[in-house]
Nanobody
Framework: QVQVVESGGGLVQPGGSLRLSCTAS????????MGWYRQAPGKQSELVAR???????MYFDSVKGRFTISRDNAKNTVYLQMNSLKPEDTAVYYC??????????WGQGTQVTVSS
């Protein structure tokens, strides 16, 4: 079994910062990439950021310049540093783990709320 566990969500003022963490554990032979999806009511889910085992990164346009994704491959851990947060960033953020066998594992989600 594989467990994907996120932490770091919470309530923050506009312009503030949060750092999300995600660790995968269990029967994971090889991870190709890890990243973050987000889902807000009335909106389609968005792939916020993703980083491959080789270090290549991808960001959704609306978060470029504000969010930074990083990883520790040895620990099967990915981080999302979120700065200059906006109310539109409010969502449940889900960690994803993509394996070299083309499987995707999901975390349970962590709530991020940006509000005055």
């Amino acid at each position: 079994q594989v467990q994907v566990v996120e932490s770091g969500g919470g309530l923050v003022q506009p312009g503030g910062s949060l750092r999300l963490s995600c660790t995968a554990s269990g029967s994971i032979e090889s991870i190709y990439a890890m990243g973050w999806y987000r889902q807000a009511p009335g909106k389609q889910s968005e792939l916020v950021a993703r980083i491959t085992n080789g270090g290549s990164t991808m960001y959704f346009d609306s978060v470029k310049g504000r969010f930074t994704i990083s990883r520790d491959n040895a620990k099967n851990t990915v981080y999302l540093q979120m700065n200059s947060l906006k109310p539109e960033d409010t969502a449940v953020y889900y960690c994803i783990v993509d394996t070299t066998e083309s499987r995707r594992w999901w975390g349970q989600g962590t709530q991020v709320t940006v509000s005055s």
